[in-house]
């Protein structure tokens, strides 16, 4: 087993090593995080080293890679610095690992194939476009050209690479590969700006470029050595004029360089630095250069003290003070798996010196937590933080979602005391800040909590909660906390007892409360206020203190976790994805509540009804609805559903109105349930599993049943024919009930239950504005469809016969015609057919007598028989035919005829002296129930119970079939015929035995 202590120790006596100090590629490990299929990154103090890994590290260092990796380096490729671009390093970093280019002297390399050639994106001289273009670099004429689309026409550009150099400016290009190329052309620099998308390729280019300018340079001086090759030999500081700094045109006596002649001369407090140019142009043009830096007044810590941004970055990378800081440290992403919230932290670096004020904008635009690096020896750097820094990030962002601010006190290695008694009061000013933390680059202190407190600023901002200034949570958050409190209130008595915290608790965190932890959080809450436990419970009032003592306390994590479990955004906005989640549904399918959430919302009912008396009261209506952020039923709802005598919703009007609302718009369903915490309390995913979406009905037709529960009848009818009193009548309101509604409450949709065959089914009633020529798809889109006319307007029915003509004489939808007002007398109908003789036309069941004037609550039998003709479209009620045609009218009124019953009455005088005849009679006449006349009802009613087809016409209904040749071959008259057969040889055989007992 490995002894982590040892092998710690290990590694850092091998880091102190000259050559192990830096990275071996780049100087910083940052490039090698982007690169996790070349490279791994590990901590020496944070992660686990095995023995056989740590003896690795200890015979391989940097200077052994070094020496098998960078074997055969050409003198031409250009190695890069800390302060390159990303590309060039990346590429850098594959060449010697993933493509091992220099680990031998005789590997080909396509940059030095003496010709290399490509297509390289240009920018455009007039209009800045980049266009595709091929360039050709040759080792033969050492010259680089360039064509446009006709490469016949010779190349646009012919470049000598004598004047030729190459350098990647990818800011100045606008992409990260780009490369600026230039060349002199009459005493003038001329440039391309290029790029290819492939890094590989421009960094070959690039190199391919100082192959061919080596080889030249060779064989233009063939004496000069490769260690002639320019490199940095030193820096100078440049300042301003206020501190002495100041620049001329000169040539001194006694400089070298006898033939460049033009001068410029640098003063510094300290020294004099002499430059000398090959040209006037170039000489003018860096004395203007430098004379616009020397102008420029210097900020203190340009010139004084430096506040060690960059190097915070680098010691947390490096885990070590870096002896070398650049101006500024490139772009690092630290991975989630290394961070305590498991999130990526990309960090970005600034630098007054290299990046101009625009691009600190875009950064800062970009950024989700900044971060104010000051000085805690430098009184100058704390003062910028409220003159420059936070007003100049405030301008560039909105004052309704400001970005969170860290103050970070550096160098406090350097110091004795805290600056936190000066920082406190601007901490207290400016509530966009966060948190402040103290830190050491130099001694590691506090590296790790300073970014950690920045990802939480981001994750938990204390902005959206709390307001420093009045020291209390803000009213967006106590609403939330207050929704999120009678939620987990499971039984609405306003106290969270000992199972509700449980549940809340595990709700959230996963993880139950111990009894003891829920008595130390009561007494915590029962020290700081009164009213704050109650019954041994947590009351609303200390639940909100619980959560303001989290946040004062730095804890906003518990706050926010348990805001974004019950679907809260950073705004404290309910998340489009928790109130609106998921849920396809194919056309031509509907949408209802499964039993589970049948089952959710009577618990939300019954945790609601206060009195127990079945109905939702004004006041316990609007306790239900206090977890919304509106009032979602209005006075409409009442006239929609059942009431009690007092106008209050009943528990079946409660369920009505929630299956109305699932089938009519499923999303405003979904934020309903999502309002009241359905996925929360039933432990489900989100409100998606409440759905149930139905199959195609197209499937339910072709299989001749359904799995349904909610059926559509459209009521059409002309205006003042009583549509309204019809869907009133049906939740049970007669005329006088119906004429107390206000014309604003009125309501255009009525559902209610049905039983169909012992089976509760939902009925919605839908009423359609009196215009067929613009009837619309939703108009006509229902199960069945419902024809009112008014028996007393002579007018009335025209407009049903033309709707039913228009729209559905070829539709496969069942029709039934209402007669309604049937009360009032019955006028002729100004229609060429009467209302029975068009139904038996288009062979419709007759019209059904309707009316809700009447004492009592109208019935409801004609709202069952549209249910169960939209259930079963393809069969029709026996009970309503009165066509005098068909097998069962002609059965039922040869049994009714006179002539039967006088043999009725005769046979029965006959044999009524005879217990076995009497027994006999009685059993088949007699009673109601097995009657003749009801054996054959029900002979009919199983007919139309099960779906039968005709064998003539597949589509014409049952009821339709009357005495024909056809008939015969058909079952059902079969069935007919052999049950009347045996019921009258039974009949027959006692008559028989009737007469031959009495001789």
Not at 76 to 96: G, M, N, S
Not at 118 to 129: A, E, P, V
Request: one cysteine or more.
């Amino acid at each position: 087993m490995a002894n982590h202590e040892k092998n710690k120790k290990t590694l850092l006596e091998l880091a102190k090593l000259t050559e192990n100090s830096n990275c071996a590629d780049c100087g910083v490990p940052g490039t090698h995080r982007n690169l996790p299929s070349v490279s791994r990154i590990k901590s020496i103090r944070l992660d686990f080293w095995d023995d056989e890994l740590v003896q690795f590290m200890k015979a391989n260092g940097n200077g052994t890679a070094k020496n098998f990796y960078e074997k055969c380096i050409p003198v031409f490729y250009y190695q890069p610095r800390t302060e390159d671009c990303e590309v060039l390093k990346e590429q850098w970093i594959r060449a010697k690992y993933e493509r091992m280019e220099f680990t031998e002297q005789k590997k080909e390399r396509p940059y030095t194939a003496g010709v290399y050639k490509g297509m390289l994106w240009k920018k455009g001289r007039d209009n800045g476009q980049f266009l595709e273009r091929k360039f050709v670099l040759s080792v033969h004429d050492f010259t680089l050209k360039y064509y446009k689309d006709d490469e016949s026409k010779g190349p646009k550009v012919i470049i000598s690479v004598k004047d030729l150099n190459a350098t990647f400016q990818p800011v100045k290009i606008g992409h990260a590969h780009g490369l600026q190329i230039t060349y002199c052309v009459d005493d003038h620099t001329q440039n391309l700006f290029v790029y290819h998308k492939n890094g590989q390729e421009i960094v070959n280019w690039f190199n391919a470029i100082r192959a061919i300018r080596h080889t030249y340079l060779k064989t233009a001086f063939p004496t000069a050595s490769d260690e002639d090759d320019a490199g940095e030999l030193g820096v100078v500081f440049i300042g301003s004029e206020q501190h002495g700094y100041s620049v001329r045109e000169c040539v001194p006596k006694g400089t070298r360089g006898n033939k460049w002649k033009c001068g410029v001369i640098v003063e510094t407090p300290d020294r004099q630095f002499v430059f000398m140019c090959q040209q006037e142009r170039e000489q003018k043009e860096w004395v203007e250069a430098l004379t616009k830096v020397i102008s420029k007044p210097m900020l203190p810590q340009d010139y004084t003290a430096k506040v060690g941004k960059t190097s915070l970055i680098m010691s947390l990378v490096s885990e070590e003070f870096p002896d070398e800081v650049p101006l500024r440290a490139e772009e690092i992403t630290i991975p989630a798996d290394v961070t305590p919230e498991r999130v990526p932290t990309h960090i970005v670096d600034y630098s007054e010196a290299e990046q101009t004020d625009e691009q600190l904008y875009q950064e800062i635009s970009k950024a989700n937590v900044i971060c104010i690096v000051y000085s805690v020896n430098n009184k100058k750097s704390i003062e910028k933080v409220t003159s420059h820094w936070i007003p100049l990030i405030n301008e560039r962002t909105d004052k309704d979602s400001r970005v969170p601010l860290i103050l970070v006190g550096n160098k406090s290695d350097l110091v004795e005391h805290s600056s936190m008694e000066t920082i406190l009061p601007i901490m207290n000013q400016y509530s966009e800040i966060e948190t402040c933390v103290e830190c050491s680059a130099k001694n590691l202190k506090n590296i790790s909590e300073l970014f950690y407190y920045a990802q939480k600023a981001v994750l938990h901002p204390t902005g959206p909660l709390y307001s420093p200034e009045e020291k209390e949570m803000k009213p967006s958050c106590v609403k939330a906390l207050t929704r999120i409190f009678k939620i987990s209130d499971l039984d609405n008595d306003g106290i969270l007892n000992d199972n509700e915290l449980n549940f809340f608790q595990r709700t959230c965190f996963n993880i139950p409360l111990a009894l003891q932890a829920l008595e130390d959080v009561k007494n915590v809450v029962r020290k700081n206020m009164s009213d704050g436990v109650k019954d041994n419970g947590l009351t609303l009032k200390g639940f909100l203190f619980l959560h303001t003592l989290f946040i004062q306390r730095g804890r906003h994590e518990t706050t926010w976790t348990v805001l974004r479990r019950f679907g809260y955004d950073d705004d404290l906005e309910l998340t489009q994805e928790y109130l609106f989640p998921m849920l396809k549904i194919p056309p031509d399918c509907t949408t209802e509540l499964n039993h589970n959430a049948y089952l959710f919302l009577q618990s939300v009912f019954d945790k609601h009804d206060k009195d127990r008396d079945c109905a939702m009261s004004p006041d316990e209506l609007k306790d239900l609805f206090k977890v919304f952020p509106y009032m979602p039923w209005g006075p409409d709802v009442n006239n929609t559903v059942c009431t009690n005598e007092q106008g209050w919703i009943t528990y079946q009007g409660y369920l009505s109105q929630w299956t109305l609302t699932t089938y009519l718009d499923v999303q405003r369903c979904l934020e309903y349930l999502g309002y009241l915490g359905y996925s929360i309390i039933q432990e489900q995913e989100s409100q998606a599993s409440a759905i149930t979406v139905t199959r195609n009905k197209r499937i339910d037709l072709q299989k001749k049943q359904t799995q349904r529960s909610v059926f559509r009848c459209n009521v059409v009818g002309a205006r003042g024919s009583g549509k309204s009193c019809f869907l009133q009548a049906f939740l049970g309101r007669n005329l006088e009930r119906q004429q107390r509604i206000r014309e604003d409450h009125k309501s255009y949709y009525a559902i209610s239950t049905t039983y169909v065959y012992g089976q509760e089914k939902y009925l919605l009633l839908h009423e359609v504005l009196p215009d067929f020529e613009f009837l619309s798809e939703a108009d006509l889109a229902c199960d069945v469809v419902c024809l009112v006319y008014d028996i007393s307007n002579p007018r009335s029915f025209e407009y049903c016969a033309k709707v039913y003509k228009k729209h559905f004489i070829d539709s496969k939808t069942p029709c039934l015609i209402i007669a309604a007002k049937s009360d009032l007398h019955e006028t002729r109908q100004y229609y060429g057919l009467t209302p029975l003789d068009f139904c038996r036309k288009h062979k419709l069941h007759p019209p059904q007598l309707f009316t809700s004037n009447s004492a009592d609550a109208p019935s409801k039998d004609i709202y069952t028989k549209l249910t169960t003709m939209a259930m079963y479209p393809h069969a029709k009620l026996r009970c309503m035919c009165t066509c005098n045609r068909c097998t069962f009218c002609i059965c039922h009124n040869l049994l009714n005829s006179e002539l039967v019953r006088s043999v009725k009455a005769k046979l029965y005088s006959a044999v009524l002296t005879r217990p076995f005849i009497q027994d006999v009679v009685t059993f088949l006449m007699a009673d109601k129930e097995s009657s003749l006349v009801h054996q054959v009802h029900e002979v009919s009613f199983v007919e139309h119970s099960v779906f039968m087809e005709s064998s003539v016409d597949p589509f014409v209904s049952v009821c339709d079939r009357h005495m024909t040749q056809a008939d015969l071959k058909n079952s059902t008259f079969w069935l007919r015929a052999s049950v009347g057969a045996t019921v009258f040889a039974v009949l027959g055989f006692a008559m028989y035995k009737a007469l031959l007992k009495q001789r």
